[in-house]
């Protein structure tokens, strides 16, 4: 039975909630995926465990996103053919993504499985966690095949205009994590690698099931294997649409690590605090990135067809719904945040410095109803270069520099170092308002 939703025709919000709800749960249970991990290591293992798995994953996370915005060039290229009435050559695409990605992926496992202890002294991570770091990061990045195939395949889902099936991977995938989590790290004691076991073995099994659904799905094509295979001008444009995105990615990653590094510098306890205070931020953030990247599908099928008026519709209904989520769930972090943060550790200190932490990304749940709902709209217009730009500026040009001068203020807090986050989110919005007027009037002359 065919799952894919008609993006270009009927009600644009009616459309764009049925699209957006998918993702957001999908999102929701990857980030329950993520923070399950972190949780039973917390409840079952000692403090150096948790902060092998906090500092560990945040690296994965930023190695993940790299991967997700690369793959945004299949999820564009294919809306795009999509919606121009061209499904044989979305095939094509779908095909060749897969080959690059395939290569990416081997590539990427071969690396973290030679590098692992040298990424750990990157991250500066604590001495007394450093063993349990490098093990997280050399089994986790030894399965980076599978993650990488795990979020290809859901990018191309969503390009197709169907979001639920993404959801139902995900969904096994995260029963399978808390199974393999509660085997190896609460029965076995293996600690972080047990985590990052679990982890692996789940997405392996998810890339399996999902390639069993393209099998079984009705698709707007004939899907034929011959077309897994090297096409210089279709990796071209591939290329063309995620390279910015992906670098645009690894900058922030990296913005985000370098607090992770200043805050292993403090301390074991600020360490892993910052972590779960990371873990707790893909919950509270939930609704504007999926909305970003259900922004981005939807836009990319418009603009194909060229239906722009509903584009520029889509991206005011994304921004009023996820502003009224993002007041709530602001509010909610910032004043119950030390209780959010116990379902991932017992330790009072972690706690209490998980909390003040959170407060400052509270405080940017308001910007990015904005911000995510806009680079959704932008990257689905085609316009990563720009994304990549502001992206840039956000993350090198006000984000490291602020928690480098923050982090200098004696007895500096949590709080006051995450308030570079908000501030740059204020600067790229900007930048993005800035971007549409000059699109609007560029194309009414």
């Known amino acids: 039975m065919s799952k894919q939703l008609n993006l270009i025709e009927g009600n644009i919000l009616g459309s764009l909630t049925r699209f957006s709800l998918p993702i957001i749960f999908a999102l929701f249970l990857q980030a329950l995926y993520g923070g399950i991990d972190l949780l039973i290591v917390g409840q079952f293992s000692t403090t150096p465990e948790v902060s092998g798995v906090a500092t560990g994953s945040m690296l994965m996370h930023t190695i993940t996103m790299v991967i997700t915005a690369l793959a945004m060039g299949i999820t564009i290229l294919v809306g795009r053919r999509i919606g121009e009435r061209n499904p044989e050559e979305a095939g094509h695409t779908i095909g060749v993504g897969i080959y690059l ?79 393999g989590d509660l085997i190896f790290v609460a029965v076995f004691d293996m600690g972080a690698k047990g985590a990052a076991l679990a982890t692996v073995l789940s997405q392996a099994l998810s890339v399996a099931i999902s390639f069993i659904f393209i099998r079984r799905i009705d698709l707007p094509f004939k899907f034929r294997f011959n077309y897994i295979k090297y096409d210089s001008a279709i ?64 836009v990319a099928q418009n603009y194909g067809a060229k239906r722009m008026d509903r584009a520029n519709r889509a991206l005011f209904y994304g921004i009023l719904t996820s502003l009224c989520a993002g007041i709530i ?58 994304v990549m730009i502001q992206g840039i500026i956000g993350a090198i040009g006000v ?9 200098q203020l004696p007895d500096v807090t949590l709080f006051q170092i995450g308030l570079a986050t908000p501030l740059s989110s204020i600067v790229q919005i900007i930048l993005c308002i800035i971007m549409f007027f000059y699109i609007k009037n560029k194309t009414q002359r």
């Open 101 to 179: 990605f395939l290569i990416l992926g081997g590539i990427m496992s071969v690396f973290s499985l030679c590098c692992s202890d040298w990424l750990s002294s990157i991250m500066h991570a604590p001495p007394e966690a450093f063993v349990q770091t490098s093990s997280y990061i050399a089994i986790c990045g030894g399965g980076s095949l599978f993650i990488v195939a795990y979020n290809v395949l859901g990018s191309i889902f969503r390009g197709l205009g169907d979001s639920r099936t993404p959801l139902i991977t995900v969904a096994i995938a995260c029963v399978l994590n808390i199974i």
């Open 235 to 298: 990796i071209s444009r591939l290329l063309r649409l995620g390279l910015p995105l992906a670098l645009q990615e690894l900058l922030v990653g990296i913005s985000f690590l370098i607090i992770q590094v200043i805050v292993n510098a403090i301390g074991v306890v600020e360490s892993a605090g910052v972590g779960v205070a990371e873990k707790l931020c893909v919950f509270i953030m939930l609704l504007p990135s999926g909305y970003g990247q259900a922004m981005a599908a939807f």
């Open 329 to 386: 769930t602001g509010g909610v972090a910032y004043f119950y945040g030390d209780i959010l943060s116990s379902f991932f550790s017992s330790d009072v200190s972690v706690i209490l410095a998980s909390h003040s932490y959170l407060k400052a990304y509270a405080v940017d749940c308001v910007f990015t109803a904005f911000l995510f709902c806009f680079l959704g709209y932008y990257n689905g217009c085609g316009s990563t270069f720009f």
């Open 399 to 407: 984000r490291v520099p602020a928690v480098f001068l923050i982090s």
